[in-house]
T-cell receptor, first 111, second 113 residues
Framework: GQQLNQSPQSMFIQEGEDVSMNCTSSSIFNTWLWYKQDPGEGPVLLIALYKAGELTSNGRLTAQFGITRKDSFLNISASIPSDVGIYFCAGRTFGNEKLTFGTGTRLTIIP | ETGVTQTPRHLVMGMTNKKSLKCEQHLGHNAMYWYKQSAKKPLELMFVYSLEERVENNSVPSRFSPECPNSSHLFLHLHTLQPEDSALYLC????????????FGPGTRLTVL
């Protein structure tokens, strides 16, 4: 089955720094989604991408659907304390109704 | 608040107990899902329901038994579980099966002793 490699696994940054994370697959995806999970909660959808090369923003968050269709990137600008959590990528291949999830990137902000 | 609620939020049970997890969605969606989330592993899809009909069963052991009485409610009945079944169980819904945007509930943290 498809596998999603998400990196980095964890990040320790200071408030105000920018953040970048990515997700790569061995298969071509037609949809990329980015979720955030706060402690004790379920994942919340942040951004959905449907076309290769698409660049979409949601406030300080920007995500891109890679040109090769095998990767996606999420950037967070000027991080704030509430950005702490686990970020998951998820994707779907053509003709497949199931979502495949990455293993997550844990973001920690150092005081 | 995503429009998907789950109860209980935490559950501790012995291996011989029988318990049920409940999920309710208030979004008017037709598809509902059960996922298992274990530490350092991707979310694992367990079951998919479309309009109360099970359309996916991902080789889940029979000690997990789903029930979908209507399109707004989803249950996961548990019996004779093993300690390795301890995990966060997440319910999600979407407008239709295959629809991209899935909305998740807060999850039930299950501990099997």
């Amino acid at each position: 089955g498809q596998q999603l490699n998400q990196s980095p696994q964890s990040m320790f940054i200071q408030e105000g720094e920018d953040v970048s994370m990515n997700c790569t697959s061995s298969s071509i995806f037609n949809t990329w989604l980015w979720y955030k999970q706060d402690p004790g909660e379920g994942p919340v959808l942040l951004i959905a991408l449907y076309k290769a090369g698409e660049l979409t923003s949601n406030g300080r968050l920007t995500a891109q659907f890679g040109i090769t269709r095998k990767d996606s990137f999420l950037n967070i600008s000027a991080s704030i304390p509430s950005d702490v959590g686990i970020y998951f990528c998820a994707g779907r291949t053509f003709g497949n109704e199931k979502l495949t999830f990455g293993t997550g990137t844990r973001l920690t902000i150092i005081p | 608040e995503t429009g998907v609620t789950q109860t209980p939020r935490h559950l501790v049970m012995g291996m011989t107990n029988k318990k049920s997890l409940k999920c309710e969605q208030h979004l008017g969606h037709n598809a509902m899902y059960w996922y298992k989330q274990s530490a350092k592993k991707p979310l694992e899809l367990m079951f998919v329901y479309s309009l109360e009909e099970r359309v996916e069963n991902n080789s889940v052991p029979s000690r997990f038994s789903p029930e979908c009485p209507n399109s707004s409610h989803l249950f996961l009945h548990l019996h004779t579980l093993q300690p390795e079944d301890s995990a966060l169980y997440l319910c999600a819904s979407s407008q239709e099966v295959g629809n991209n945007e899935q909305f998740f509930g807060p999850g039930t943290r299950l501990t099997v002793l």
